[in-house]
C-alpha cells in the first residue's frame, strides 16, 4: 500500500514514512522540478481532508474525490515500501521514467497529498492494494 518512499532532496537521499506528522512527497512540476506536498491526513491532525495517504483508483472513478477537486500528480520517488503478510518491510524500486501517481486534493486553504492505489494480486500487503505506478 506504500507506508514510506525514497527519493533524492539536495543531493540527500531521504527516506520519508506516512506515520511522521511531518511526511512529505515530491510532486513532479511542469517544468520538471519537484514541490514538496503533505501526504494525507493522520488520526491525529486537525482539518477536513481525507484521514489516511491513499485513494483507491476506483473511489476516484467513483466521484468520491470530487468534492476536493482533485488533481493527478506524479510523485517522484525512486522507491517505495509496503510491509507484507509478516509486517516485514519490503522496498520496491522504481524504473527510470516511472513514477507512483498521487492526487492532490483541496478544500479551502488545505492542501494534502494522496497516494493513488489500485487492486494488484502482487501485493504483498494483506489489502492487495499497491501504488498506481505510472510512466512518464
Known amino acids: 500500500m506504500c507506508g514510506g518512499v525514497r527519493f533524492q532532496a539536495n543531493g ?3 527516506k520519508i514514512y506516512f506515520p511522521n506528522p511531518k511526511a512529505v512527497l515530491p510532486v513532479r ?3 520538471n522540478g519537484h514541490e514538496l506536498v503533505a501526504w494525507g491526513r493522520r488520526e491525529t491532525q486537525s482539518g477536513f481532508m481525507p484521514r489516511g495517504g491513499w ?3 476506483d473511489s476516484i472513478h467513483a466521484g468520491k474525490w470530487s468534492q476536493y477537486s482533485p488533481i493527478p500528480v506524479k510523485i517522484d520517488v525512486q522507491a517505495f515500501m ?3 503478510l509478516n ?3 519490503q522496498w520496491y524500486e522504481l524504473q ?3 513514477f507512483i501517481q498521487g492526487l492532490v486534493a483541496t478544500l479551502g486553504q488545505e492542501c494534502r497529498l494522496y497516494v493513488v492505489t489500485e487492486l494488484n494480486p502482487n501485493s504483498n500487503h494483506k489489502s492487495q492494494r499497491w501504488p ?3 510512466k512518464e
Open 82 to 84: 509496503e510491509k507484507d
Open 29 to 31: 512540476t511542469k517544468n
Open 12 to 14: 540527500d537521499e531521504l
Open 87 to 89: 509486517n516485514t518491510s
Open 96 to 98: 527510470p521514467g516511472e
Open 132 to 134: 498506481r505506478v505510472i
Open 55 to 57: 485513494a483507491r483508483l
